[in-house]
């Protein structure tokens, strides 16, 4: 490339090197996007009923103080559950995938902090379920 510069260019850019001027620098003043909402995820594959509401008790206000908005909850199906070995326990409730959500919506404490809930109990095929919390002020 042979391409001169015009006097024009060769005194901005000579008045700049010679200059105290300072580059402003863009990056210092990034910011995460105010759309950006932040998320985080659980996996309770594996706890027992007690446990898994002790964990999730916490996760939740944990991510309430750091201002996550979306939580995923990963139950599992319950298709691997021991519960009809145990007739005095019911297969709805012991697995996880009904009880976590039961736990959260009767624990008035948890409901404070959330928004919404989206389970999906309901379908079978899914052995998952969000919550939206409020937003810490």
């Keep these: ?9 060769l005194k901005t850019w000579k008045d700049f090197v010679e200059g105290k001027d300072k580059l402003y620098n863009k990056d210092t ?5 105010k759309y950006k909402k932040k998320e985080s995820t659980i ?12 964990r999730i008790e916490k996760f939740i206000i944990n991510c309430y103080e750091k201002k996550i908005e979306k939580l995923n909850i990963i139950t599992g199906k319950g298709l691997r559950s021991r519960v009809e070995q ?16 039961e736990f959260i919506k ?16 309901d379908n079978k095929n899914l052995g998952y379920f969000t919550l939206f919390l409020k937003v810490k002020e």
């Design 1 to 9: 490339m042979n391409k001169k510069l015009s006097k024009k260019d």
């Design 29 to 33: 003043i990034y910011k995460e996007p």
């Design 43 to 54: 996996d309770l594959h594996g706890f027992s009923l007690d446990q898994a509401n002790r």
């Design 86 to 101: 145990n007739p005095y326990q019911s297969k709805d409730l012991s697995i996880l995938k009904y009880s976590v959500p």
């Design 106 to 121: 009767f624990n008035s404490e948890l409901m404070r902090f959330i928004k919404k809930i989206e389970d999906n109990v």
